[in-house]
């Protein structure tokens, strides 16, 4: 079997990865004529596709997401965020999400590109993968096995396409330059009804758990939790719920009990989490920490959350700020839930490492909101006080699916589909997401449809900040122009705004930060 695929990266060569990741493959053989000679550079399609260990190491590339400063990707820890950034959670200090929702978006972007062109290469891959490894001679189980999980990681890649760009180019095929230069687009349902019988039938061919030393690896859990987006996307409901109840009934996944320490590094394998990005310090590192921390901290502060995702962190007896007795105006930040402060990093109140995060005006703070255009919040979600190494070369792996989705993606199903809900079922699904030991957050007890539909959307919006599901959740749901049409706030300023003049502040004392514009 396949060993860890860390383990794998450290003895890949540049060269086979050059060859994997070519999006036109040479047809070049070897010849007779003495000059018909077999690149020296890299390895050839040709010569190499004869063993078991050759597909081994086809499938680690086909897993391959770049580390480093590489481009976006639905993979990637700086691509993943950014689609949160786009929704409406906060903002990045070059503007880079930006340009996607503020109307001055088009497709000559490099981000635009990066998304595009990163995620067609990793296609490319697969389909250069699934055309050569039946010329293999090895047991036959482990090449279905390999084939599942190349087809979901294709799939999940047809998917982002076709979810956030519609209609493109579709094929299953390595293509010649002609191919590519002329391959017309494919309609968005035909892609998502392809991408949904892949996600079928590959899950079926998966194992549900794999064992320590093939940690990394695509489960039939992983399929099916991707087969769960594309159903919900598409408002098949019942289906979707199917699909989420298989993975419930695996009994494959489980909560982590600490929320905040369920993304360190040392946690970094855990039952919560279904589909991860594997990285490895100064071997295969990325670059997110870097970007995450706090210049205090010796980041870059790249990062700043909007005080309207502050908001919607309820207070401790789980009534919202608008509503709970408990929210104090003149310090907001007060009886609110855990996450909160797991998830934001806030002026005068986060500690980390023994430091605390500053980030008032009239300070000598590098963090001070006044010295960028920053909110005044950071992020504190992802920040690792176990973590001492080079923040350019971090290696925690990067959550792509973990199971407290596939629980409130289940409920939202049922509901939608009109099923009865009762508090056993809230009791097994969003109730025990709330109920980490370190959120324990009160119950959510309402079965009325509208109200909980409200409580759901929330819920995933506070659980899942920063980990790139909003701006999916906030397309699918139809309220994108709501969310992202609106006078967006920073850190509180003041506690008496009518008489406060050193920077614009709301009627509440907030900053006056950005204004998106649809």
Excluded at 26 to 49: H, I
Excluded at 269 to 285: P, R
Excluded at 427 to 450: F, G, L, Y
Aim: glycine share 4%.
């Amino acid at each position: 079997m396949i060993i860890n695929i860390k383990q794998y990266r450290n003895i890949r060569s540049l060269a086979l990865m050059i060859c994997l990741f070519a999006l036109v493959v040479s047809n070049s053989a070897c010849s007779d004529d003495f000059f018909d000679k077999n690149p020296l550079d890299k390895v050839s399609d040709a010569t190499f596709w004869k063993t078991e260990e050759d597909a081994k190491l086809a499938l680690v590339g086909c897993y391959k997401t770049d580390g480093a400063w590489s481009g976006e990707d639905f993979w990637s820890a700086r691509g993943v965020m950014f689609l949160d950034f786009m929704a409406g959670l906060g903002s990045e200090k070059e503007k880079i999400p930006d340009q996607f929702t503020n109307g001055t978006l088009n497709p000559s972007y490099w981000a635009v590109e990066s998304y595009w062109a990163n995620t067609y290469r990793k296609i490319t891959t697969c389909n250069n993968f699934l055309s050569r490894i039946d010329a293999i001679e090895m047991d036959a189980n482990l090449k279905a096995i390999m084939k599942s999980e190349v087809r979901t990681i294709r799939a999940y890649q047809y998917f982002n396409l076709a979810f956030f760009f519609s209609d493109v180019p579709f094929t299953t095929k390595v293509l010649t330059v002609e191919e590519a230069n002329s391959i017309p687009r494919t309609p968005k349902s035909q892609i998502m009804d392809f991408v949904e019988k892949e996600l079928e039938e590959s899950a079926a061919g998966l194992p549900a758990i794999r064992p320590t030393s093939e940690d990394g690896r695509i489960t039939s859990g992983a399929a099916l939790a991707i087969l769960g987006r594309v159903q919900m996307a598409n408002k098949k409901w019942s289906p979707a719920a199917v699909t989420y109840k298989k993975i419930i009934d695996s009994q494959a996944y489980s909560l982590v009990p600490s929320f905040r320490t369920m993304f360190n590094v040392v946690n970094e394998v855990n039952k919560e989490f279904i589909l991860t990005s594997q990285y490895q310090q100064d071997v295969y590192g990325h670059v997110i920490t870097q970007y995450l921390y706090p210049e205090t901290y010796g980041g870059w502060h790249q990062f700043s959350p909007y005080n309207e995702l502050v908001k919607q962190y309820q207070c401790t007896d789980g009534l919202s700020v608008e509503e709970s007795p408990l929210f104090d105006p003149a310090n907001p930040y007060d009886n609110r839930d855990p996450r909160l402060d797991y998830t934001i990093m806030i002026s005068d109140r986060t500690v980390f490492k023994g430091v605390t995060y500053v980030s008032r005006p009239g300070t000598n703070s590098p963090d001070r909101f006044n010295r960028y255009d920053w909110s005044g919040y950071s992020i504190n979600k992802f920040m690792d006080p176990s973590f001492d190494g080079n923040l350019m070369n971090y290696g925690g792996n990067w959550c792509i699916i973990r199971y407290a989705e596939v629980l409130l993606s289940y409920l939202e199903s049922k509901l939608e589909a009109s099923e009865a809900i009762d508090q056993s079922l809230l009791d097994e699904t969003i109730n025990k997401v709330r109920a980490r030991a370190d959120v324990n957050m009160p119950a959510i007890t309402t079965t009325n449809p509208s109200e909980l539909r409200e409580k759901i959307r929330v819920e995933r919006e506070v659980e899942f900040a920063f980990e790139g599901l909003h701006y999916y959740d906030i397309l699918r749901w139809g309220i994108a122009a709501e969310k992202l049409n609106r006078q967006f706030t920073g850190m509180k300023l003041t506690n008496d705004p009518a008489n406060y003049t050193a920077f614009k502040v709301d009627e509440e004392g907030y900053l006056i930060y950005q204004k998106e514009i649809l």
